[in-house]
């Protein structure tokens, strides 16, 4: 690998970081403005918000220029997220920060996806994009700790010491810091290679792009393996999204821990889902991606145990089952989603349409779990809700991929008894 390659990661790794710990860092911000607790899953709610609504064009902006310059502007925008956030003195002011640090993040995915293709040759794709998973989950790990330590007391307490002009709460402190790291990552940015490929974008018009995402969209879907892979997908996303919260009420309640310990716990699923991650990839063909549909059912299932757990080792067992799980099932699917969505209509659209499904679907499982807390529904009963919902939906997807093959194979049957006629 060249040193451009190394460089992208040191950038994305960073980004990644700053984008899990500043999570954390705004639900504490939340409490310090007193919000209801309603409002701690909108933060994720308005993050995603840009991934459903610049689907169709953050893709034409991508390939508008050199890669590297898309990922500098687009962590400058999240830098400017950190600098509103820092300033927002009430409970939506601070939910429009965060927004804006969403709008940034929108912009830079498909970037940091399609700059790998044009660096690298096709033979080291593969090496590159373990890198990316590796780095990606130890982002997710690191960066959940990285908030949950920065807000602790006796962490910001030592940095509060230092003085700092315009910086009086743990909070103050722990936004500076993460708004420190973006733009050590927008500064990476600025030496990543530009590759020489032409940026010129053959049509530049909205229309065109909502109508040339619209029929992707339905392509994906009307394809009897494609509508399956990415239903599971979508499915799983939003599950995944609405878990992050689930998991600090619940550690809450059941634990008795402070957000800066029930935060340590999602690194936990994290680390779980790095582990599933790697079996699959050892162990499951794309050809046989399909048969771990009936491990979706069965995550909802063990999820629904966490309401008989009080001790924290217990719940660090049944916490990593969980993430391996997750990880083992999604993995497969993401790869024959790829596949079906590169023979359908290209990479770079497939992915497209990805990130709108998958969002869409954290906005959607966000809005309900919301909903549920407004409602003051006891976290309980939540996730036993959550759970049954997860196996039901996965259940049904089960039942409709079994639909689709007895059809296809009816038809096979129907086409070999019209040749034997012949």
């Known amino acids: 690998m060249n040193r451009g390659f190394y460089t992208i990661m040191a950038a994305q790794f960073l980004s990644s970081l700053a984008d899990n710990a500043l999570l954390v860092v705004a639900i504490a911000l939340l409490i310090d403005l007193h ?6 899953p909108i933060l994720k709610f308005v993050f995603v918000l840009f991934y459903v609504i610049l689907a169709p064009f ?8 050199p890669k590297g310059r898309v990922m500098f502007i687009s962590n400058t925008i999240k830098v400017l997220g950190c600098v509103l956030l820092f300033f927002a003195m009430h409970q939506y002011s601070a939910l429009g920060a965060y927004a804006i640090v969403g709008l940034g993040a929108a912009a830079y995915s498909p970037a940091k996806y399609g700059i790998l293709t044009e660096l690298l040759p096709p033979e080291k794709l593969v090496v590159a994009n373990g890198w990316i998973e590796g780095l990606t989950v130890a982002s997710i790990v690191l960066g959940t700790m990285l908030g949950g330590t920065l807000i602790a007391p006796s962490v910001s307490q030592i940095f509060l010491t230092f003085g700092f002009p315009f910086i009086h709460t743990a909070t103050d402190m722990s936004i500076f810091v993460v708004g420190v790291i973006y733009l050590l990552a927008a500064i990476f940015n600025l030496y990543i290679p530009n590759t020489g490929i032409d940026h010129r974008i053959p049509k530049k018009s909205p229309l065109y792009l909502v109508h040339e995402f619209a029929h992707c969209v339905r392509l994906l879907w009307t394809d009897k393996l494609g509508q399956i892979t990415l ?8 599950a995944g999204a609405t878990l992050q919260f689930v998991v600090i009420n619940w550690a809450e309640v059941a634990l008795g821990y402070s957000l800066s310990k029930a935060a340590q716990l999602q690194g936990i699923v994290a680390l779980g889902i790095a582990i599933g991650a790697v079996m699959a990839a050892r162990s499951v063909s794309l050809k046989r991606s399909l048969s771990v549909i009936p491990l979706g059912i069965a995550i909802g299932l063990v999820v629904i145990t966490l309401v008989f757990v009080h001790d924290f080792w217990v719940s660090v067992f049944f916490l990593v089952i969980i993430g391996a799980m997750s990880g083992f099932f999604v993995v497969p699917m993401n790869a024959l989603l790829q596949h079906r969505g590169y023979i359908l209509m290209g990479a770079g659209h497939s992915i497209a349409v990805q990130n709108f499904n998958e969002n869409l679907s954290i906005l959607v499982m966000l809005s309900l779990y919301a909903l549920l807390i407004y409602f003051d529904v006891h ?5 036993v809700m959550f759970g049954l919902f997860l196996s039901t939906i996965m259940a049904l997807v089960y039942r409709w991929h079994t639909y689709n093959q007895g059809k296809e194979d009816s038809l096979h049957l129907i086409g070999t008894r019209k040749i034997h006629r012949r």
């Open 35 to 40: 919000a209801p607790d309603f409002l701690t």
């Open 58 to 65: 953050v893709g034409a902006f991508a390939d508008s220029m």
């Open 231 to 238: 239903a599971v997908t979508t499915l799983l996303w939003g």
């Open 379 to 383: 976290i309980y009963i939540v996730i």
